[in-house]
């Protein structure tokens, strides 16, 4: 069986929310016929200021990717996920959502920009878990060996936005899941 280990990187509002989250990552996996098992760090790792770039007042995505992976890695030969109310970035781009190392098995899951607050809205409960839901789903696709993929509805679809989250499902669509599959045979 596959393992996820979960680790929330930032108190607020993501230690609250690691059950809902670890139990919709099992759904989308369940859904693709995929069992999993997600084990949820049991406290909060705090990012190293060492990845914090002053002039963006924002992560260095990559950067905070090694250093995860280098403080929980010994001994732990499955997934890392990373979660954390951040604001990350990678040379290039103004902001990504999340980042995946395939190679470090390891990804991180920025969920600032999608806090509906960010954009001046009301705060809406179910609408950042679902954002986050996905960004959790598309990030572990990625670890497995998926790429970003053509298809609207499917999880695995390339984000620029926080409206384009929002319209794709948090579900493998039939392609990126026979790629999953074959994976898992």
């Given amino acids: ?15 609250d929310y690691l059950n809902i989250w670890a139990s919709n990552l099992r759904e989308s996996f369940s859904k693709a016929g995929i069992s999993i098992d997600v084990l949820i760090w049991p406290d909060v790792l705090k990012p190293s200021m060492d990845c914090f770039v002053w002039n963006r007042m924002q992560y260095l995505s990559h950067c905070l990717l090694r250093w995860l992976y280098n403080q929980v890695s010994r001994g732990f030969e499955d ?55 996905k960004e959790i789903v598309h990030e572990l696709g990625h670890l497995l ?37 074959k994976k898992f045979i």
């Fill in 79 to 133: 997934y890392i996920i990373g979660i954390g109310y951040l604001d990350g970035f990678e040379y290039g781009l103004n902001f990504v959502f999340g980042e995946a190392s395939p190679g470090l098995r390891t990804a991180i899951v920025y969920t600032k920009r999608l806090d509906p607050r960010f954009y001046e809205d009301r705060y809406n409960f179910n609408l950042y878990i679902e954002r986050v839901s």
């Fill in 145 to 181: 060996g998926l790429g970003h993929c053509s298809n609207t509805n499917c999880v695995m679809r390339f984000s620029n936005s926080v409206y384009e989250v929002d319209e794709k499902s948090k579900f493998f669509c039939r392609n990126c899941l026979a790629k999953l599959m």
């Fill in 1 to 15: 069986m596959t393992r996820i280990l979960v680790i929330p990187l930032t108190r607020p509002y993501i230690i």
